[in-house]
């Protein structure tokens, strides 16, 4: 599997495409879903799933823009950030965003009421079907946070957990301080040292070299 990166929306959210010849899974599309379809569409693939990190604004909402293209595109999260999806979820999503980002208020409420309930809400230590992306649950950042390694390339989506020389926030409502950095201890800094770390947002780094990353 080879992986391209997109950079997206107002935070330059990480969105991943891992992808071989024919198929591409989708990660965390943050915004401009028509235009990630048309992209991936350009390079021949067909769409297997959106897998999510977690399910902050800033991560999902190109989600509604690539079903309009394709309505048969599943999408997967983990089942405690699954109520940030759906009618409803995306209603307590705005006003969460609005609330620590009033810029977000220009987001037409029809973007946010048309985020999807959940194909499949995944959990920890599940091994997703099709891609092999190993699930490792770590939570802290949002209750649902994952990182996803896939062993045979040595890669790791590490969404808003762990970043080059940081960690995810965790000062947000539903945040847990407390949780996150012994899960990435225990979870993350046990893979290999080679392991490719792909965050959601900035450059990627190592396992090796987050050994030295100062919030750990």
């Avoid at 235009?35 to 897998?51: D, L, M, P, Q």
Wanted: with cysteine; net charge negative.
């Amino acid at each position: 599997m080879e992986v391209e990166t997109l950079q997206l929306g107002p935070y330059q959210t990480n969105c991943y495409l891992l992808h071989n010849d024919s198929s591409v899974w989708i990660i965390d599309p943050g915004f401009d879903g028509a235009s990630i379809f048309r992209h991936i569409t350009s390079k021949g693939w067909k769409a297997e799933a959106v897998i999510l990190t977690h399910s902050h604004w800033d991560h999902v909402l190109g989600i509604p823009g690539l079903l309009a293209q394709d309505r048969n595109i599943p999408v997967y999260v983990h089942a405690l950030d699954a109520p940030y999806l759906g009618k409803e979820g995306g209603r307590r999503l705005r006003q969460l965003a609005i609330s620590l980002d009033p810029s977000q208020s220009g987001v037409p409420n029809s973007l946010w009421e048309s985020l999807p309930e959940p194909t499949h809400r995944f959990v920890d230590r599940e091994t997703i079907v099709g891609c092999g992306l190993h699930v490792l649950h770590i939570g802290g950042h949002t209750p649902g946070s994952v990182a996803l390694y896939r062993q045979e390339d040595n890669l790791l989506f590490s969404g808003d957990t762990l970043f080059a020389g940081s960690i995810g926030r965790t000062d947000l409502p539903d945040s847990d301080p407390q949780a996150i950095v012994p899960a990435i201890k225990t979870k993350l800094m046990t893979l290999p040292g080679n392991t490719t770390v792909y965050p959601g947002h900035g450059r990627s780094t190592t396992i090796l070299r987050e050994k030295g990353n100062p919030w750990l």
